[in-house]
């Protein structure tokens, strides 16, 4: 390393003239941002869809349908699920809300309905918030017990 090679650091070294530092800067005065307008002041921040003045786009679409905000929401878990937990071992005779969570099926907050898609063979005493009829049947079927909490 030598006098005449040596060099600032990466990135040290803004390119570029300095913005509204005064006339003799040669970037003073309106520093760039032309005459008046909001874009020409401080402070100045374009809100989320905003289209110049424009009605926006959310604005102009019609609104439409009906969100129940006391609408339950539940994670379905299928009968054929807990027939795959049962062959690899995973559970055994009672199913409860905190076998589901332990093997990922649900979460600790969530509501779980038992759905009727798959067949049940093994004999499985069920307790979570709801089921269906189909798979309450297939569960009695089995010679299990569907209880709801």
Known sequence: MQLHNLKPAKGSVK??????????????????????????????????????????????VPKFGFKNINRKEYQGINLDTLQTLVDEGRIKDNVTLDVLIENGLAGKNDLVKILGRGELKAKLNIT????????????????GEAVTL
């Open 15 to 60: 390119a570029g003239k300095r913005i509204g530092r005064g006339e003799g800067s040669g970037k003073g005065g309106t520093a760039t941002r032309g005459h008046k307008g909001a874009k020409s002041r401080s402070g100045y921040s374009k809100k989320l869809g905003f289209e110049g003045g424009q009605m926006p786009l959310q604005r102009r």
């Open 128 to 143: 979570v918030h709801k089921f269906t009829a189909t798979a309450k049947a297939a569960i009695e079927k089995a010679g």
